[in-house]
């Protein structure tokens, strides 16, 4: 049924007005018959302003109108559908020009002797915005690992394996003159058992920041407190009894990894704080330090994208807190807990 047809009573006007989407009624002419209160805040014209106009010139922008007419008379002439009863995205218009992402569904409303059509209009710049901020931390994210095995695969090759290429070297050597110089071979020995012990540790230094030992062995607690550390700066540290499942634990560590970083490389700070706080439904990460304030998202790097994007994985979200008084900097990530 048409709204404003002579058909449609005040209690359907009501609900339709009081829609959270707009809704747009036309004739068989392209000519709306119909514009809730939705559609007049969302396109900003006022009561009374589109009832009677071009549809096309009302909230399309100039390179839609044609298509949107020659669809229409196609469907007249023909009964092809092409977006009926389907969702479809499109660009809108406002009345002072500006364009947003909208997504539309068309129904068809018989009328006696002639079509209508009512349309159900969303603005869905939200979530466009989202959905582009989402596909970008993927990238970010893709990026990061990229770049993160290519500087493993580069440390292995310019340390432990060099090391170890240099201990079989010795080993071989002090095998050809194990008969002929027994002395000089057991120095060739000696040196191939230090370049094979630094390769070991090496690896172990490797390992330890891809994921840390003592986070396996001991909790996260223990891989915190043998953080904090080896910081060059004081760290207060305050986990209050806080357990996590491992792979949440996992990424709480790399986070205040990270953080601490940034305080260290950047802050410019005399001393650090890292508290964590958990109820029934949400655990609380702050990083706080004492340093020069002023940070500000993507400053400096990407230091602090990248935290965000850690936080995002996990469904949580970040706040800054970074005045410019030399009033330090505070992060703190609130991330959701299962039941």
């Given at each position: 049924m048409l709204p404003n047809s002579g058909a449609a009573d005040a209690r359907e006007l009501g609900v339709l007005d009081a829609a959270l989407d707009c809704v747009i009624s036309i004739d068989d002419r392209g000519r709306v018959t119909y514009f809730n209160a939705s559609a007049e805040r969302t396109f900003g014209y006022g009561p009374g302003e589109a009832v009677g106009r071009d549809l096309a010139d009302l909230i399309l922008p100039p390179s839609a109108r044609e298509p949107h007419r020659r669809g229409l008379a196609r469907y007249l002439a023909t009964g092809d559908a092409r977006i009926l009863d389907r969702r479809i995205e499109l660009t809108a218009m406002r009345a002072d020009?500006?364009?947003?992402?909208?997504?539309?569904?068309?129904?068809?409303?018989?009328?006696?002797?002639?079509?209508?059509?009512?349309?159900?209009?969303?603005?869905?710049?939200?979530?466009?915005?989202?959905?582009?901020?989402?596909?970008?931390?993927?990238?970010?994210?893709?990026?990061?690992?990229?770049?993160?095995?290519?500087?493993?695969?580069?440390?292995?090759?310019?340390?432990?394996?060099?090391?170890?290429?240099?201990?079989?070297?010795?080993?071989?050597?002090?095998?050809?003159?194990?008969s002929s110089d027994s002395g000089r071979a057991r120095e060739l020995l000696d040196i191939a058992a230090e370049e094979a012990t630094a390769g070991v540790e090496t690896l172990?230094?490797?390992?330890?920041?891809?994921?840390?030992?003592?986070?396996?062995?001991?909790?996260?607690?223990?891989?915190?407190?043998?953080?904090?550390?080896?910081?060059?700066?004081?760290?207060?540290?305050?986990?209050?009894?806080?357990?996590?499942?491992?792979?949440?634990?996992?990424s709480v560590y790399f986070f205040c990894s990270e953080a601490l970083t940034n305080v260290v490389k950047h802050a410019a700070a005399s001393t650090a704080w890292v508290t964590l706080a958990a109820n029934d439904s949400q655990l609380s990460v702050e990083v706080r330090d004492d340093g020069i304030g002023g940070a500000q998202p993507g400053q400096g790097g990407t230091g602090l994208v990248g935290l965000n994007d850690r936080i995002a994985a996990l469904g949580g979200s970040l706040e800054l807190t970074s005045p410019r008084a030399g009033e330090g900097t505070t992060l703190t990530a609130r991330i959701p807990l299962s039941p």
């Open positions: 020009g500006s364009q947003f992402p909208a997504e539309l569904t068309v129904t068809r409303v018989d009328l006696p002797g002639r079509h209508g059509f009512t349309g159900f209009v969303r603005d869905i710049t939200d979530r466009v915005r989202a959905e582009r901020e989402l596909r970008a931390a993927q990238r970010r994210v893709i990026e990061a690992a990229d770049a993160a095995r290519a500087r493993v695969t580069r440390d292995i090759h310019d340390g432990a394996q060099q090391q170890f290429v240099n201990a079989l070297i010795n080993l071989q050597l002090a095998q050809q003159k194990w172990r230094e490797l390992a330890a920041g891809i994921h840390p030992t003592i986070l396996s062995d001991r909790g996260l607690a223990a891989a915190l407190d043998a953080l904090v550390a080896r910081m060059p700066i004081p760290v207060s540290l305050d986990v209050a009894g806080v357990e996590l499942l491992p792979t949440l634990a996992a």
